[in-house]
């Protein structure tokens, strides 16, 4: 009885959360506060599953197809920046 209630209130705080997130990120790019590239680059892993979902028609095997992507790409820009810090370009 108490679980069906205790997910809900999980969900609504969940929604409240990225809800105020979106919102107040809105609002920083129209203050001129945040770089609109910034903010885009969290769609990156949203664009990755859209993707992937279209790709594989499951959202398990999407989810981790973002996974691994998201994982690898980061191992690239990990590997980009160490190479420009050393050499200074």
Do not use: C, H
Not at 25 to 34: L, R, S
Not at 41 to 63: C, R
């Amino acid at each position: 009885m108490y679980v069906p209630i205790a997910i809900g209130l999980m969900l609504a705080l969940v929604v409240i959360g990225v809800g105020s997130m979106i919102g107040f990120g809105i609002k920083n790019i129209i203050q001129g506060k945040q770089d609109v590239t910034k903010i885009l680059v969290y769609l990156v892993p949203a664009v990755i599953f859209g993707v992937s979902y279209l790709i594989s028609g499951a959202v398990t095997d999407a989810a981790m197809l973002t996974m691994l992507i998201t994982m690898a790409l980061l191992a690239v820009m990990l590997v980009i920046t160490g190479l420009r810090t050393t050499f200074k370009f």
